[in-house]
């Protein structure tokens, strides 16, 4: 009799401990960062207890033992309903497998280097780091730390680290940062294969004014002067953020043009594409301490002048425009 009571009660207890224990490691993890994968741990809880509702339905149906194991159809519907909803449940919170206390400490890093404290975040990231090496987040955000402290050869490790343990969704954003600390780093053709990576790994188009203006300055650098203004025009037509700076991008780069061609038609009228973008570029600012740097690049001393815009200078168009923002 003993027997056939353990047979009734043992592999129940034991799928319900299972099911147990795997749900609050799954808790624990996602709390403290233990093996870092609390969704694996929920998943392998809601097999357990599902392996469990199965063998008492089993039990109930076919062989009825006694009345406590039978499970009704319904019963084991609701069963089921709840198990699924807690583990839909475990999956929100689990998808993200930064721990809870790391990301306390991230968040709290963030609001540092926010308000300017780098050397403050930097100390916060690099106590992560040697606690979680292989987080996504915490590799990021050294990478963050250390370019805005323009140590760009650590940065590139760390943003390359961080790719290397990129979740799928996440990818473009450690392609993107990497090909502007490439560019940082004068290497700007490897910056081009890196943004445009970022692209087709999914790069959302909210970052698409950005990752334009990116692009336009890594093909300026790399001598690409038509691929520079075209991504230029992108930012320029969207009219938000750098659609000054992009305009006046613009015109350097058509300066650039200007200056390998001979004089003739076309000269003169890259030079007239030139001073018109000049002159957006200076309808589009919003401050007056951006129109006094934009002034000063144009009708400063010599040594403040902008030496892309040297081929422009003597024609008519810039000096008409020269003359238009000298009195206003």
């Not at 698409?208 to 691929?227: T, V």
């Not at 750098?242 to 015109?251: E, F, G, R, T, V």
């Amino acid at each position: 009799m003993q027997a056939n009571l353990a047979r009734r009660i043992y592999p129940p207890l034991a799928l319900a401990a299972s099911g147990a224990s795997f749900a609050v490691l799954a808790v624990m993890d996602k709390v403290f960062g233990l093996i870092h994968r609390p969704l694996h741990l929920a998943t392998l809880a809601y097999a357990a207890l599902l392996s469990l509702l199965g063998w008492a339905w089993y039990r109930g149906i076919h062989v009825k033992p006694a009345r406590l194991l039978r499970v009704s159809a319904y019963t084991a519907f609701l069963i089921l309903n709840v198990l699924t909803g807690l583990y839909v449940f475990a999956w929100r919170v689990s998808a993200d497998p930064t721990p809870v206390v790391l990301q306390a400490e991230l968040d709290r890093g963030d609001q540092m280097l926010s308000a300017g404290d780098k050397d403050g975040a930097h100390l916060l990231y690099r106590d992560a780091a040697q606690r979680y090496p292989d987080s996504f987040p915490v590799m990021m955000r050294m990478g963050a730390v250390t370019y805005q402290t323009a140590d760009f050869e650590r940065a590139k490790k760390y943003f390359s680290r961080a790719l290397e343990l990129a979740p799928r969704d996440s990818r473009w954003r450690a392609l993107n940062d990497l090909g502007q600390t490439y560019w940082k780093l004068q290497q700007p053709e490897q910056a081009i294969e890196l943004y445009e990576q970022a692209r087709r790994e999914g790069l959302p188009d909210s970052e698409l004014i950005e990752w334009h203006y990116r692009l336009g300055w890594a093909y300026f650098d790399a001598r690409n002067l038509d691929a520079a203004i075209e991504h230029y025009r992108e930012v320029a037509r969207a009219g938000q953020k750098y659609a000054a700076a992009s305009y006046y991008n613009i015109a350097c780069a058509l300066a650039q043009k200007i200056n390998k061609m001979p004089s003739g038609a076309g000269r003169q009228a890259l030079t007239a594409d030139a001073v018109d973008s000049l002159r957006h570029a200076w309808s589009a600012i919003n401050t007056p301490e951006e129109q006094q740097a934009l002034r000063t690049g144009l009708l400063g001393s010599t040594s403040q002048r902008d030496p892309e815009l040297a081929p422009l200078r003597g024609s008519q168009a810039l000096t008409d425009f020269l003359h238009d923002i000298r009195g206003s």
